[in-house]
Structures are given as structure tokens and as C-alpha cells.
């Protein structure tokens, strides 16, 4: 076997073992959702966690009240 027809085996191998599960546009997909989502909400996580308290003490904080309104 000469040199070139052992670099194209070698060759066709790789290319093979480089197939996946998963098409490559669909990772670019997520990765353009998610990596937006994240920085999102790292540069606004001080805004989001006094919004979140706020509405869950505005529907939670009060605790449930008797049938006389106390």
C-alpha cells in the first residue's frame, strides 16, 4: 500500500469517527438562545431578584387569611 492510499484511509477514518448524534446547527440554535439568556440575566440579576421578592411577598407575604380578615 503506498504512502497516499494510507493517508487517504487514515483520512476517511477521521472523517467517520467526526460524525455525531447531534447536527451542528441545531448546538448553534441553543447556543444562540441560551448564551444570550445567560448574560441576560447575569447583568440584570439585582433587578431580577428585587422584582421576584418583591411580587412573591406581594402574593405570598401576607399568609392566608380567616374567614374574618384577620
Known sequence: ?????????????????????????TVLVV?????PLV???VVFRKQLVT???QLWNDMFGQGVQGADGK
Open 1 to 25: 500500500m503506498n504512502v497516499i492510499a494510507k493517508v487517504h484511509q487514515s483520512l476517511e477514518n477521521f472523517h467517520e469517527s467526526e460524525r455525531a448524534d447531534i447536527p451542528v446547527g
Open 31 to 35: 447556543a444562540f438562545i441560551v448564551v
Open 39 to 41: 448574560i441576560l440575566l
Open 51 to 53: 422584582t421576584m421578592k
